[in-house]
């Protein structure tokens, strides 16, 4: 039934040529609708699959980092979130995708014809590499119906160039001039033939995506409209320096899937490392506390070696048949791989072979080392907050630098 409704909207019969003609505007609106049906497991496995790696993805694959910035899906997602669905838009920087917005929101409005004055907010990626990462503004257009005129103020990151930034100004020029009907709705929209597009004003976020997306939430335009809705007024009130954080942290919270599908999410194997197998080899069934690694190996421990070894831990004493596991697990700390490890650990091992994990930090740091040690410190613990663990003990013999 979705199929022949998604044909039915996309292609319309030409009477004079007795052909069918493909409506692209009409397929567009229709695959948002149809895509947006599919469960949230769904979409994150599709998107899994995908180019465009969210933090989700990236958290269930371990790579996510201190450095992620905001992809198209985490965009859509946080939008989502926040309940700013059909208020702020995720746009492509091409003339045809600002003008399938445009479009779009004017339908909307023409179900509003007591509104003469209102604002279409977006935010544009405007990298034209499709390999690239995403280059993003925030983009606010007040069209004002009584006196034909439009005014755009945009907000970009401080990676914007200027020939990105004089597209994405005729982009949206060009998006004023479409004439299309839509046969989803029936409705009629119109051009502007006589617009008169105001200067433009512009703005750098010097912090970036996050800033640029915290701005979009709290300009003028949107005031009334963000402050009705409690997510979005949330979001809105957060302490700037806290953004990114906060974003990660509702990304990773609200991640949605069944444990059949973290097969799916895996990292690829690598190669045991030696030292994961000495210390497996080397544990009993009645030890009561076992350190990893005892030393600080001469070839570095990947995270896929600290996942692997809990385990393959976990593997040696389920196998014994005996209802017992250690009293405590300690894990030297060396680099903040150890953290991505556990972290790695989602979903994978709910009951875990200890009691008490012991995470012992290490004594010095460089000063550069120290933010994305806390980053994956924060993962970590979140990850290992799902599972049975009884007690959790950091132990920093060195400068406190953690706090």
């Given at each position: 039934?979705?199929?022949?409704?998604?044909?039915?909207?996309?292609?319309?019969?030409?009477?004079?040529?007795?052909?069918?003609?493909?409506?692209?505007?009409?397929?567009?609106?229709?695959?948002?609708?149809?895509?947006?049906?599919?469960?949230?497991?769904?979409?994150?496995?599709?998107?899994?699959?995908?180019?465009?790696?969210?933090?989700?993805?990236?958290?269930?694959?371990?790579?996510?980092?201190?450095?992620?910035?905001?992809?198209?899906?985490?965009?859509?997602?946080?939008?989502?979130?926040?309940?700013?669905?059909?208020?702020?838009?995720?746009?492509?920087?091409?003339?045809?995708?600002?003008?399938?917005?445009?479009?779009?929101?004017?339908?909307?409005?023409?179900?509003?014809?007591?509104?003469?004055r209102y604002p279409l907010a977006?935010?544009?990626?405007?990298?034209?590499?499709?390999?690239?990462?995403?280059?993003?503004?925030?983009?606010?257009?007040?069209?004002?119906?009584?006196?034909?005129?439009?005014?755009?103020?945009?907000?970009?990151?401080?990676?914007?160039?200027?020939?990105?930034?004089?597209?994405?100004?005729?982009?949206?020029?060009?998006?004023?001039?479409?004439?299309?009907?839509?046969?989803?709705?029936?409705?009629?929209?119109?051009?502007?033939?006589?617009?008169?597009?105001?200067?433009?004003?512009?703005?750098?976020?010097?912090h970036g995506a996050y800033q640029v997306l915290h701005e979009l939430y709290n300009n003028q335009k949107l005031y009334d409209l963000v402050l009705e809705i409690d997510n979005a007024k949330a979001f809105k009130e957060v302490a700037p320096e806290s953004v990114k954080q906060a974003i990660v942290d509702q990304q990773i919270q609200t991640i949605k899937i069944e444990p059949q599908f973290f097969e799916f999410f895996k990292p690829y194997p690598q190669p045991q490392h030696p030292v994961v197998s000495e210390v497996i080899q080397d544990v009993k069934i009645t030890d009561r506390k076992v350190t990893f690694p005892r030393v600080k190996p001469d070839k570095a421990l990947a995270a896929e070696d600290y996942q692997t070894f809990i385990l393959l831990l976990k593997e040696k004493f389920d196998s014994s048949g005996l209802d017992q596991g250690l009293n405590e697990l300690a894990i030297k700390c060396f680099d903040k791989e150890a953290l991505q490890g556990l972290a790695q650990l989602r979903g994978q091992a709910s009951s875990l072979p200890f009691e008490k994990l012991t995470l012992e930090l290490p004594e010095t740091m460089k000063a550069s080392d120290k933010a994305a040690f806390k980053f994956n410190l924060k993962l970590a613990l979140m990850s290992l907050s799902e599972s049975n663990l009884a007690q959790m003990q950091l132990t920093d013999t060195g400068t406190r630098w953690v706090v």
């Open positions: 039934m979705e199929l022949k409704s998604l044909l039915d909207q996309s292609l319309q019969v030409n009477n004079k040529t007795n052909t069918l003609e493909f409506n692209k505007l009409n397929a567009e609106l229709s695959l948002d609708s149809f895509a947006q049906q599919f469960k949230h497991v769904t979409q994150l496995k599709i998107a899994s699959i995908k180019k465009d790696q969210g933090i989700q993805e990236k958290f269930l694959k371990s790579t996510l980092n201190e450095d992620v910035g905001l992809s198209k899906i985490d965009m859509q997602r946080h939008i989502l979130q926040t309940n700013m669905v059909g208020h702020i838009g995720v746009v492509d920087g091409t003339p045809e995708a600002m003008e399938l917005y445009i479009a779009n929101a004017e339908l909307q409005y023409k179900k509003k014809p007591h509104l003469h977006m935010m544009v990626d405007c990298n034209s590499n499709p390999n690239g990462e995403p280059v993003w503004a925030s983009v606010v257009i007040t069209i004002d119906r009584g006196s034909s005129t439009a005014s755009y103020e945009v907000t970009s990151s401080p990676d914007l160039k200027e020939e990105q930034r004089l597209a994405l100004s005729a982009n949206i020029n060009d998006a004023f001039k479409f004439k299309n009907t839509l046969l989803v709705t029936g409705l009629a929209i119109e051009d502007y033939p006589d617009i008169k597009i105001a200067p433009t004003k512009y703005k750098t976020a010097e």
